[in-house]
């Protein structure tokens, strides 16, 4: 699958930033960097997702979500604010609403990387947090000691990135019924099966606070959860066991907390209870793209 080569200044970019209405001052400021960047100018939507919509500046549209849909939920709602699959768009950017593009030729980078390689589909960006740093978890591949080096990886940063609006439509969105963990890698292995591919830019950077994922309540039951929805709904039926087994001896190794261990086994275990939504296995010709990659399905 690929998209029709066109040039970069026909490229038309949209970006989707969700807020729970708790960061106006961050948000105002992610909002200003957007507009300043170079070239024709970023569409914007701004999803209050569960909270009352804050003022925004002109020229930024704004979907007011009665009830919190959770991060997936909220983009997608995003996504369609630009149409079906997003298609009054070229390219759909995910920004975190406490981020900051610190650099302004971020969108003039991204319209050229879409517009030289039709087969792009996806673009994660560098996150630094305040002092420049970049957190290993933060490089989206397992060689992840040089942040600088720009790859093609297996998955993506759901609050930093670029995805082609084309990919929804051959991929689907994201999986809402996540809320929050591992969406972006249910949505990248799917675009991947699809024919797309997905590239580490180090050098478009989005700034944000250092932060531990843990912060979210529901951090370790959701990731648990989750992890098995995904294997369940993308995996060859072979891979199911060997890539949870994996992730289950991982986790062991890391000697969480108590607490921590019990919400993530009862996140683990309901994945397997709960329904995983539909189930699109992928090739295994995708499976051995990924081993390719550097990273095979199963770790």
């Not at 999803?47 to 020229?59: K, T």
């Not at 900051?100 to 630094?128: M, Q, W, Y």
């Given at each position: 699958?690929?998209?029709?080569?066109?040039?970069?200044?026909?490229?038309?970019?949209?970006?989707?930033?969700?807020?729970?209405?708790?960061?106006?001052?961050?948000?105002?400021?992610?909002?200003?960097?957007?507009?300043?960047?170079?070239g024709?100018?970023?569409?914007?939507?701004?999803?209050?997702?569960?909270?009352?919509?804050?003022?925004?500046?002109?020229?930024?549209?704004?979907?007011?979500?009665?009830?919190?849909?959770?991060?997936?939920?909220?983009?997608?709602?995003?996504i369609?604010?630009?149409?079906?699959?997003?298609?009054?768009?070229?390219?759909?950017?995910?920004?975190?609403?406490?981020?900051?593009?610190?650099l302004?030729?971020?969108a003039?980078?991204?319209?050229e990387?879409?517009?030289?390689?039709?087969?792009?589909?996806?673009?994660?960006?560098r996150?630094?947090?305040?002092?420049g740093?970049?957190?290993?978890?933060?490089?989206?591949?397992?060689?992840?000691?040089?942040?600088?080096?720009?790859?093609?990886?297996?998955?993506?940063?759901?609050?930093?990135?670029?995805?082609?609006?084309?990919?929804?439509?051959?991929?689907?969105?994201?999986?809402?019924?996540?809320?929050?963990?591992?969406?972006?890698?249910?949505?990248?292995?799917?675009?991947?099966?699809?024919?797309?591919?997905?590239?580490?830019?180090?050098?478009?950077?989005?700034?944000?606070?250092?932060?531990?994922?843990?912060?979210?309540?529901?951090?370790?039951?959701?990731?648990?959860?989750?992890r098995?929805?995904?294997?369940?709904?993308?995996?060859?039926?072979?891979?199911?066991?060997?890539?949870?087994?994996?992730?289950?001896?991982?986790?062991?190794?890391?000697?969480?907390?108590?607490?921590?261990?019990?919400?993530?086994?009862?996140?683990?275990?309901?994945?397997?209870?709960?329904?995983?939504?539909?189930?699109?296995?992928?090739?295994?010709?995708?499976?051995?793209?990924?081993?390719?990659?550097?990273?095979?399905?199963?770790?």
């Amino acid at each position: 699958m690929k998209a029709h080569r066109v040039k970069a200044d026909e490229l038309k970019l949209g970006a989707v930033v969700i807020t729970m209405g708790n960061r106006p001052v961050e948000l105002r400021a992610l909002l200003d960097s957007v507009a300043a960047q170079r070239g024709p100018a970023v569409e914007v939507v701004v999803v209050a997702n569960g909270a009352p919509l804050p003022e925004l500046p002109e020229g930024v549209r704004g979907v007011e979500v009665p009830e919190n849909l959770g991060i997936p939920g909220g983009r997608n709602v995003g996504i369609e604010a630009f149409g079906p699959d997003g298609r009054d768009v070229d390219v759909v950017l995910f920004l975190d609403d406490d981020g900051l593009l610190t650099l302004d030729d971020s969108a003039e980078k991204l319209r050229e990387a879409f517009a030289a390689d039709p087969k792009l589909g996806i673009v994660s960006f560098r996150i630094a947090d305040e002092e420049g740093l970049t957190q290993r978890r933060h490089v989206p591949r397992l060689r992840a000691s040089d942040p600088m080096r720009a790859s093609r990886v297996t998955t993506f940063l759901g609050g930093a990135s670029a995805v082609r609006s084309a990919v929804f439509a051959t991929a689907g969105q994201l999986p809402g019924e996540f809320f929050y963990g591992h969406e972006e890698t249910d949505l990248a292995w799917r675009a991947l099966d699809a024919g797309w591919e997905i590239d580490y830019r180090p050098d478009v950077v989005l700034r944000h606070p250092r932060t531990l994922p843990s912060r979210h309540a529901t951090y370790n039951h959701n990731v648990a959860r989750n992890r098995v929805w995904l294997a369940r709904r993308n995996l060859p039926a072979p891979l199911v066991p060997v890539y949870l087994g994996v992730w289950f001896l991982l986790t062991l190794a890391r000697r969480p907390s108590g607490d921590a261990l019990r919400a993530w086994l009862r996140g683990f275990a309901a994945g397997w209870r709960e329904p995983a939504g539909p189930r699109r296995p992928m090739r295994w010709s995708t499976v051995w793209r990924m081993t390719r990659l550097g990273r095979p399905p199963i770790v």
